[in-house]
């Protein structure tokens, strides 16, 4: 038997009651009720609860014991009472009765509480890096990503390629950022640079007549942080493949993203066969070329109508004559909502830079009229033919946006996910991929 433990902290079940057992962990929580102590014992894989009497030699010891210390325990598994089964843990049916205990590594007060998921600054949390690893959220986040790398690893052979680790030292190569240099103590005065992709060697790879390639690879980057990318550095999937079209290609990671989200997400695919959306069409819809398809929004551009003259906008009508576009955004059965929820979306269209969102809601009397400060300028011809490119019904309400075409696509398309958050309408269940092409 190994002389620190018989069994992981998550191991031990009602089959277990009687067995003496050792395990080895860090003290999670203690609960003192003066005659009896009880301990939450944690390693990597769970935690069991174990407990100690003040008869027991080693009571005192364990008592003034601080949180986080690693100990070892040996004792005799039994059965919980019913009323004190804690569903929430695997070993939750039984807990330990510590006969003997061994201090194997003491602990200071901690600066930050390890069995708290509460948020805390980063800076405490970098300082403390090893402490922070330990936390239930976190530390599972970090199996959870060694487990979806095997995975893509297996996944990838299945499909026949072949991995490869390409050179950390290299020469520098024009990518989309600045390069990390390392100075070379052999060649004074001159520099090796970090990959910022594996471009060249996978390349060489390639030419050399292997089949199929991938690598997860690390990429250093000398850029700014983004949402979605760390700075620095951050590791990439990377693939090729020979005597292949863009079908093949896509085919293979779209087999591996849906078989990868269906093992380890909890959340629903949109799509299983990822839609194709032309640049220009995702810049003009979406207002994004890495659009949020779960968002039911869709932008149109009614640039056009502006010549009429039945609508009597003239702000837009100038600069429509100058080369500006006019886009929208249609909000459904939005009539009821207050006069604040509209001006909101207008102040924050300024926030952004912009000179704001001009909007109407759809009403139907006699006829078509648009309530709302800028509805007077359309007739009810011009709004009928508005509704036939839109889509939009009476209830709807109508945002617009004008503006030269770079600008009016960034703050439309941020509309677009204001707007889609603010309603509602964007299910965070889910995820929707889709391919922009040409």
């Given at each position: 038997?190994?002389?620190?433990?018989?069994?992981?902290?998550?191991?031990?079940?009602?089959?277990?009651?009687?067995?003496?057992?050792?395990?080895?962990?860090?003290?999670?929580?203690?609960?003192?009720?003066?005659?009896?102590?009880?301990?939450?014992?944690?390693?990597?894989?769970?935690?069991?609860?174990?407990?100690?009497?003040?008869?027991?030699?080693?009571?005192?010891?364990?008592?003034?014991?601080?949180?986080?210390?690693?100990?070892?325990?040996?004792?005799?598994?039994?059965?919980?009472?019913?009323?004190?089964?804690?569903?929430?843990?695997?070993?939750?049916?039984?807990?330990?009765?510590?006969?003997?205990?061994?201090?194997?590594?003491?602990?200071?007060?901690?600066?930050?509480?390890?069995?708290?998921?509460?948020?805390?600054?980063?800076?405490?949390?970098?300082?403390?890096?090893?402490?922070?690893?330990?936390?239930?959220?976190?530390?599972?986040?970090?199996?959870?990503?060694?487990?979806?790398?095997?995975?893509?690893?297996?996944?990838?052979?299945?499909?026949?390629?072949?991995?490869?680790?390409?050179?950390?030292?290299?020469?520098?190569?024009?990518?989309?950022?600045?390069?990390?240099?390392?100075?070379?103590?052999?060649?004074?005065?001159?520099?090796?640079?970090?990959?910022?992709?594996?471009?060249?060697?996978?390349?060489?790879?390639?030419?050399?007549?292997?089949?199929?390639?991938?690598?997860?690879?690390?990429?250093?980057?000398?850029?700014?942080?983004?949402?979605?990318?760390?700075?620095?550095?951050?590791?990439?999937?990377?693939?090729?493949?020979?005597?292949?079209?863009?079908?093949?290609?896509?085919?293979v990671v779209e087999t591996l993203m849906v078989n990868t989200f269906k093992k380890f997400s909890n959340k629903k695919l949109k799509y299983d066969k990822f839609p194709k959306i032309s640049y220009k069409e995702a810049l003009l819809k979406y207002g994004s070329d890495k659009p949020d398809l779960r968002n039911p929004l869709i932008i149109n551009d009614i640039s056009d109508l502006f010549s009429r003259d039945d609508i009597t906008f003239e702000i837009f009508k100038k600069l429509v004559k100058s080369g500006s576009k006019v886009r929208c955004i249609v909000t459904k059965n939005t009539k009821d909502k207050p006069r604040s929820f509209f001006d909101s979306i207008d102040k924050w269209a300024k926030e952004q830079g912009a000179s704001g969102l001009a909007y109407f809601t759809l009403e139907k009397n006699n006829e078509i009229t648009a309530k709302g400060p800028v509805g007077k300028f359309f007739s009810s011809e011009s709004l009928l033919e508005i509704m036939k490119i839109t889509g939009a019904e009476v209830g709807d309400s109508i945002f617009l946006s004008c503006g030269k075409e770079k600008e009016l696509v960034k703050i439309i398309g941020l509309a677009r996910d204001k707007i889609g958050k603010d309603l509602d309408l964007i299910d965070d269940d889910i995820f929707a991929f889709c391919w922009i092409v040409d």
């Amino acid at each position: 038997m190994n002389k620190y433990r018989s069994h992981h902290c998550n191991e031990l079940r009602k089959n277990n009651v009687g067995q003496d057992v050792i395990l080895s962990g860090w003290i999670n929580k203690k609960r003192d009720h003066g005659n009896l102590l009880f301990i939450d014992l944690r390693d990597n894989y769970g935690i069991t609860q174990c407990i100690i009497d003040q008869e027991n030699i080693n009571f005192k010891l364990l008592e003034r014991t601080p949180l986080e210390t690693v100990v070892k325990i040996e004792g005799k598994v039994v059965d919980r009472t019913t009323e004190t089964i804690n569903k929430d843990i695997e070993t939750g049916e039984i807990e330990v009765t510590i006969n003997n205990s061994e201090i194997l590594g003491t602990c200071k007060e901690l600066p930050m509480p390890v069995f708290s998921d509460q948020e805390y600054a980063e800076e405490i949390r970098l300082k403390y890096r090893f402490l922070d690893l330990r936390r239930k959220k976190i530390h599972e986040n970090i199996i959870l990503r060694s487990k979806v790398i095997s995975f893509i690893r297996n996944e990838m052979n299945k499909l026949g390629f072949l991995e490869f680790q390409t050179p950390i030292l290299t020469s520098s190569s024009p990518e989309g950022a600045r390069d990390f240099l390392v100075p070379s103590r052999l060649n004074p005065g001159k520099f090796y640079a970090l990959p910022q992709a594996p471009q060249q060697f996978k390349q060489l790879i390639m030419v050399s007549g292997f089949d199929k390639y991938f690598q997860i690879a690390p990429c250093f980057r000398d850029e700014d942080a983004r949402a979605d990318r760390s700075p620095g550095e951050f590791y990439q999937l990377d693939l090729e493949m020979s005597f292949v079209e863009q079908e093949d290609v896509f085919n293979v990671v779209e087999t591996l993203m849906v078989n990868t989200f269906k093992k380890f997400s909890n959340k629903k695919l949109k799509y299983d066969k990822f839609p194709k959306i032309s640049y220009k069409e995702a810049l003009l819809k979406y207002g994004s070329d890495k659009p949020d398809l779960r968002n039911p929004l869709i932008i149109n551009d009614i640039s056009d109508l502006f010549s009429r003259d039945d609508i009597t906008f003239e702000i837009f009508k100038k600069l429509v004559k100058s080369g500006s576009k006019v886009r929208c955004i249609v909000t459904k059965n939005t009539k009821d909502k207050p006069r604040s929820f509209f001006d909101s979306i207008d102040k924050w269209a300024k926030e952004q830079g912009a000179s704001g969102l001009a909007y109407f809601t759809l009403e139907k009397n006699n006829e078509i009229t648009a309530k709302g400060p800028v509805g007077k300028f359309f007739s009810s011809e011009s709004l009928l033919e508005i509704m036939k490119i839109t889509g939009a019904e009476v209830g709807d309400s109508i945002f617009l946006s004008c503006g030269k075409e770079k600008e009016l696509v960034k703050i439309i398309g941020l509309a677009r996910d204001k707007i889609g958050k603010d309603l509602d309408l964007i299910d965070d269940d889910i995820f929707a991929f889709c391919w922009i092409v040409d």
